[in-house]
């Protein structure tokens, strides 16, 4: 069809953007191809109502964008509504202009609009993630709880499901369901589901949709009195489509999720599957989540707060006056060296002990390799930290006395004080530089402001030597690579280098990576391309002597692939730490990558999970790979807005994520940060790592000076 006229486009159809063209009573004129797509007609409608096409609750408020339209020719108003289906998702985002002639008078209208139904889909999906998460966290909620309320999600995120189910591995070794809507759940308490039986241990890992077909052959193997349950309360005999997913902890289904349909096979799309592994993914963390926090927050041996612990203090506390003392024995190293492993850890819960037993409740003891570190509340001056080291000192040494005379419990000792103006976090840093300054057992070094900027100084200096590169071949035309920095957020210290593809073609100039990128991957031509990327990333990084980020491709991750890439380094003497390679959670869970994924880690590669939070990966697989940091996706970010506000749902969303992740250990790198309001958000809600147009956009091209400035951070 050709059409021209007001708005008329013919790239429309291909862009997704929906044009009409309407009289003043409201006829069709016009309607472009993508329209017609989405309102399922075959032909255009000229001549018929575009209200005809609105919802009944909706056509108050598009009337009323009609007639401020006709009422201000010239100026745009935009109008949300959805159509009269029976759907459960289905909304448009429409821009009203009237069409005026040449006197000025309207003649009609022009709608301009975007199917925006998956948008919905998602934001709801974030919600209910949030709510699960955040009830999880705060009321500590048993298994059973997680899931009767994951199901009250899921139905929420799936409304096109009509009922649902969820059953949980109990000790007894057997699936028992725990929560039902649309069902007697009484009487399916009374079914008990082998994990052996196919469609409770299906050994599917992602969601998946089981026909009538499926669950009847699933039916036909029970006896009969689980069978008449099923059919019967269970209603199973009425499932047209079943939609089903695991809830992996520990590399194994803890709890699966049922949704169910009755009339229809082909009721749920990919995205219901996506968002319902979303779900079950967020089940897993909160029902491993506990179990694994108190692994990473404290000490395996001796039970005493690690420092990460020591962190998660410091980021709660208000700014006041304190100090931080690293105490570090080589006395007790020596008894390590002497008696071996079990008299060093026996002494040095004694000494624990009786530390603890000699601070104040407001004060807090953590232990992490090989050092003490105390938070003294309330601490003004230097002389309140010696008198409380005097005496600790003594207590420790009495209490030695009795089974290790010969130790001298002597440490050295590194001090930060700080103020009502100082953050809390600060103090880590400075009481640690002030330890690694301080040479002599039984002294106390102070942190001094010159001391941070001297070391700052140093790294960046041990940052910008750089190695000699030989000559490598030109690029494919056009192809550049181009690199963003992410940022230490406290310290605004250059972390490391993101290398991103870019292709500035001839003819039809700068083309975007989401174009190119899946035609290189279909066309095979990743693995040459990719290798081409690594040499000149190896080479930029080896140059620069900042460390750089390669994104993966599931077709790089090839056996032969970590040979490559340790070919690359020894050509330009890069060690493997320096380059990090990032994959998206669909590349993590593709079986045949692993293994060359944990080669790479071996190999002394940082792995960083990429787009963290689409719902898409396992924690089996998360769990089994060893990822160093986690980037969560631009959406969070951008959900937040531009002056978010602390105690939004988005804002508790990525309060929770960042716990879950420090939980496991993992680093938190923060994406898509453009605005002022948004990084001091991030500071006050303790992430460290950052990323964004605000920090640094995308370049060819840096200044080594430039660079030594980056990484030595802001005073």
Same mark, same amino acid.
């Given at each position: 069809?050709?059409?021209?006229?007001?708005?008329?486009? /013919?790239? +429309?159809? @291909?862009?997704?953007?929906?044009?009409?063209?309407?009289?003043?009573?409201?006829?069709?004129?016009?309607?472009?191809?993508?329209?017609?797509?989405?309102?399922?007609?075959?032909?255009?409608?000229?001549?018929?109502?575009?209200?005809?096409?609105?919802?009944?609750?909706?056509?108050?408020?598009?009337?009323?964008?009609?007639?401020?339209?006709?009422?201000?020719?010239?100026?745009?108003?935009?109008?949300?509504?959805?159509?009269?289906?029976?759907?459960?998702?289905?909304?448009?985002?429409?821009?009203?202009?009237?069409?005026?002639?040449?006197?000025?008078?309207?003649?009609?209208?022009?709608?301009?609009?975007?199917?925006?139904?998956?948008?919905?889909?998602?934001?709801? =999906?974030? +919600?209910?993630?949030?709510?699960?998460?955040?009830?999880?966290?705060?009321?500590?909620?048993?298994?059973?709880?997680?899931?009767?309320?994951?199901l009250d999600a899921a139905l929420e995120v799936v409304p096109v499901a009509q009922a649902g189910?969820?059953?949980?591995?109990?000790? &007894?070794?057997?699936?028992?369901?725990?929560?039902?809507?649309?069902?007697?759940?009484?009487?399916?308490?009374?079914?008990?589901?082998?994990?052996?039986?196919?469609?409770?241990?299906? $050994?599917?890992?992602?969601?998946?949709?089981?026909?009538?077909?499926?669950?009847?052959? =699933?039916?036909?193997?029970?006896?009969?009195?689980?069978?008449?349950?099923?059919?019967?309360?269970?209603?199973?005999?009425?499932?047209?489509?079943?939609?089903?997913?695991?809830?992996?902890?520990?590399?194994?289904?803890?709890?699966?999720?049922?949704?169910?349909?009755?009339?229809?096979?082909?009721?749920?799309?990919?995205? &219901?599957?996506?968002?319902?592994?979303?779900?079950?993914?967020?089940?897993?963390?909160?029902?491993?989540?506990?179990?694994? !926090?108190?692994?990473?927050?404290?000490?395996?041996?001796?039970?005493?707060?690690?420092?990460?612990?020591?962190?998660?203090?410091?980021? $709660?506390?208000? /700014?006041?006056?304190?100090?931080?003392?690293?105490?570090?024995?080589?006395?007790?190293?020596?008894? !390590?060296?002497?008696?071996?492993?079990?008299?060093?850890?026996?002494?040095?819960?004694?000494?624990?002990?009786?530390?603890?037993?000699?601070?104040?409740?407001? &004060?807090?003891?953590?232990?992490?390799?090989?050092?003490?570190?105390?938070?003294?509340?309330?601490?003004?001056?230097?002389?309140?930290?010696?008198?409380?080291?005097?005496?600790?000192? @003594?207590?420790?040494?009495?209490?030695?006395?009795?089974?290790?005379?010969?130790?001298? =419990?002597?440490?050295?000792?590194?001090?930060?004080?700080?103020?009502?103006?100082?953050?809390?976090?600060?103090?880590? $840093?400075?009481?640690?530089?002030?330890?690694?300054?301080?040479?002599?057992?039984?002294?106390?070094?102070? =942190?001094? /402001? &010159?001391?941070?900027?001297?070391?700052?100084? @140093?790294?960046?200096?041990?940052?910008?030597?750089? $190695?000699?590169?030989?000559?490598? /071949?030109?690029?494919?035309?056009?192809?550049?690579?181009?690199?963003?920095?992410?940022? *230490?957020?406290?310290?605004?210290?250059?972390?490391?280098?993101?290398?991103?593809?870019?292709?500035?073609?001839?003819?039809?100039?700068?083309?975007?990576?989401?174009?190119?990128?899946?035609?290189?991957?279909?066309?095979?031509?990743?693995?040459?391309?990719?290798?081409?990327?690594?040499?000149v990333a190896v080479e930029q990084a080896a140059r620069w002597g900042v460390a750089v980020a390669?994104?993966?491709?599931?077709?790089?991750?090839?056996?032969?692939?970590?040979?490559?890439?340790?070919?690359?380094?020894?050509?330009?003497?890069?060690?493997?730490?320096?380059?990090?390679?990032?994959? @998206?959670?669909?590349?993590?869970?593709?079986?045949?990558?692993?293994?060359?994924?944990?080669?790479?880690?071996?190999?002394?590669?940082?792995?960083?999970?990429?787009?963290?939070?689409?719902?898409?990966?396992?924690?089996?697989?998360?769990? !089994?790979?060893?990822?160093?940091?986690?980037?969560?996706?631009?959406?969070?970010?951008?959900?937040?807005?531009?002056?978010?506000?602390?105690?939004?749902?988005?804002?508790?969303?990525?309060?929770?994520?960042?716990?879950?992740?420090?939980?496991?250990?993992? +680093?938190?790198?923060?994406?898509?940060? +453009?605005?002022?309001?948004?990084?001091?958000?991030?500071?006050?809600?303790?992430?460290?790592?950052?990323?964004?147009?605000?920090?640094?956009?995308?370049?060819? *091209?840096?200044?080594?000076?430039?660079?030594?400035?980056?990484?030595?951070?802001?005073?």
């Open positions: 069809m050709e059409k021209s006229g007001p708005g008329f486009n /013919p790239l +429309e159809a @291909t862009c997704g953007l929906m044009v009409v063209c309407t009289d003043l009573e409201g006829r069709y004129t016009y309607a472009n191809q993508a329209y017609l797509a989405h309102t399922g007609l075959k032909a255009p409608p000229i001549g018929a109502l575009v209200l005809e096409h609105v919802a009944a609750e909706d056509l108050p408020r598009v009337m009323d964008t009609v007639r401020r339209a006709l009422e201000h020719p010239g100026q745009a108003f935009w109008v949300e509504f959805g159509r009269p289906l029976r759907r459960a998702w289905n909304r448009s985002r429409w821009e009203l202009v009237a069409v005026c002639d040449g006197s000025g008078n309207p003649v009609g209208l022009q709608w301009m609009g975007y199917d925006i139904s998956d948008v919905y889909r998602r934001e709801r =999906f974030q +919600e209910a993630s949030l709510g699960l998460l955040s009830a999880g966290l705060r009321e500590s909620l048993c298994a059973k709880e997680v899931l009767r309320r994951a189910s969820a059953t949980l591995l109990y000790p &007894d070794g057997q699936f028992h369901f725990v929560a039902a809507r649309g069902y007697d759940l009484a009487a399916l308490e009374r079914v008990h589901l082998h994990p052996g039986e196919p469609l409770s241990l299906s $050994r599917h890992i992602q969601a998946r949709v089981f026909t009538q077909a499926d669950i009847a052959a =699933f039916n036909a193997r029970l006896d009969p009195e689980r069978r008449a349950l099923l059919e019967g309360p269970g209603r199973s005999r009425e499932i047209q489509a079943m939609l089903a997913t695991p809830v992996v902890v520990g590399g194994q289904p803890r709890a699966y999720l049922y949704l169910d349909h009755f009339q229809r096979p082909d009721a749920f799309d990919e995205l &219901d599957l996506r968002h319902l592994e979303g779900l079950a993914y967020h089940v897993a963390w909160l029902l491993y989540g506990e179990e694994l !926090r108190f692994g990473h927050y404290h000490h395996p041996e001796t039970g005493l707060a690690n420092l990460r612990s020591l962190r998660e203090w410091l980021l $709660r506390l208000p /700014p006041a006056h304190r100090a931080l003392v690293a105490l570090r024995c080589r006395s007790l190293e020596r008894l !390590r060296r002497l008696e071996g492993e079990r008299a060093h850890l026996a002494a040095l819960q004694e000494v624990a002990r009786t530390i603890q037993a000699n601070l104040r409740s407001s &004060d807090r003891l953590a232990w992490e390799e090989g050092t003490f570190w105390l938070l003294l509340e309330g601490v003004t001056g230097a002389g309140e930290v010696y008198a409380v080291l005097g005496r600790l000192r @003594t207590e420790v040494e009495a209490a030695l006395a009795k089974r290790w005379p010969q130790l001298d =419990f002597n440490p050295r000792a590194g001090a930060a004080l700080a103020g009502p103006g100082v953050l809390p976090l600060e103090l880590l $840093r400075a009481a640690e530089l002030a330890l690694e300054q301080n040479p002599r057992p039984g002294r106390v070094y102070f =942190f001094d /402001p &010159d001391l941070a900027r001297q070391t700052r100084e @140093t790294d960046a200096l041990r940052g910008a030597l750089v $190695r000699s590169l030989r000559h490598l /071949p030109d690029p494919p035309e056009g192809f550049t690579l181009h690199y963003q920095p992410v940022f *230490h957020l406290v310290e605004r210290r250059l972390r490391h280098l993101e290398a991103l593809l870019r292709w500035n073609h001839p003819g039809l100039g700068q083309v975007s990576p989401g174009r190119f990128l899946p035609l290189v991957e279909e066309e095979g031509w990743m693995s040459e391309l990719g290798d081409w990327v690594l040499g390669v994104n993966l491709a599931g077709g790089q991750l090839e056996p032969g692939f970590p040979d490559r890439v340790a070919g690359h380094l020894a050509r330009h003497q890069l060690p493997p730490g320096r380059l990090i390679f990032e994959v @998206t959670e669909g590349v993590a869970l593709e079986e045949m990558g692993l293994e060359v994924l944990r080669t790479l880690a071996e190999r002394g590669h940082p792995l960083h999970l990429d787009d963290f939070g689409s719902g898409l990966s396992s924690l089996e697989r998360i769990v !089994r790979l060893p990822f160093a940091a986690i980037k969560l996706g631009q959406g969070f970010m951008a959900s937040l807005g531009s002056l978010p506000e602390p105690h939004s749902p988005q804002a508790r969303l990525l309060h929770a994520l960042r716990g879950l992740a420090e939980g496991l250990g993992l +680093e938190i790198i923060v994406e898509g940060i +453009e605005t002022q309001g948004q990084l001091e958000f991030l500071l006050a809600e303790g992430f460290v790592l950052g990323q964004g147009y605000l920090l640094g956009r995308p370049r060819a *091209h840096y200044a080594e000076a430039e660079l030594r400035w980056l990484c030595r951070g802001s005073p």
